[in-house]
């Protein structure tokens, strides 16, 4: 059960932060210049190694006293609340200059493994520091199993990528990236105050 949820808590976690981010627009650029497959699997295996990271990262924090790293984590989460709110009104002016910056990465087509491999470059480059490492991080950090917070936080990843691959321009047209980021600073709140609360 506890393994469960903390994939579950993971998966909630990442899905609205990353929905209206440059994860989601440059996944969909991409796809739009290569292969749908094989650009979705390269940046699946970007977020793979991420992930790992993030949460070997968080691994590390836990092995120092527990209250400090619970009430920096409480702090990550309060943070990205923050900046996820903050930025929320300017979402699609950033959409569009995210999306003209990416185009400019991918300008030669390629198809099958290469394009697997630009995706993987692209996006690997691009999510470093990224809101959603931190928040893994965090995750790690306040005490929840590594394995399953892994797994839901790539699971996360690799759906809002397989959204953007599939149904990008419709979401774009139709979904306000402004309502996704303050759904996605909610649960940053929410993590922030829970981390918080069992710190204390």
Not at 181 to 200: D, K
Request: charged share 15%; hydrophobic share 60%; with cysteine.
């Amino acid at each position: 059960m506890e393994f469960l949820t903390a994939l579950l808590v993971a998966y909630v976690a990442i899905v609205p932060v990353e929905l209206p981010d440059k994860t989601f627009v440059a996944t969909l650029v991409l796809s739009t210049r290569y292969r749908p497959l094989p650009t979705w699997l390269g940046v699946v295996a970007a977020f793979g190694v991420q992930c790992a990271i993030a949460v070997a990262f968080g691994t590390l924090l836990t092995r120092l006293p527990t209250r400090p790293v619970q009430l920096v984590a409480a702090l990550l989460f309060a943070v990205g609340a923050f900046v996820l709110a903050r930025g929320a009104k300017k979402a699609d002016a950033e959409e569009q200059e995210q999306e003209a910056a990416f185009e400019a990465k991918a300008v030669e087509p390629k198809r099958g493994w290469r394009a697997a491999a630009a995706s993987f470059a692209v996006l690997f480059t691009a999510e470093w520091g990224d809101l959603s490492q931190l928040l893994l991080a965090g995750l790690v950090a306040s005490g929840r199993p590594m394995l399953p917070t892994f797994l839901g936080g790539w699971l996360g990843l690799a759906t809002v990528s397989g959204l953007a691959v599939l149904l990008g321009r419709w979401l774009l047209k139709r979904v306000k990236l402004a309502v996704i980021r303050y759904v996605g600073a909610g649960v940053c709140s929410v993590l922030a105050v829970v981390t918080l609360l069992s710190a204390l």
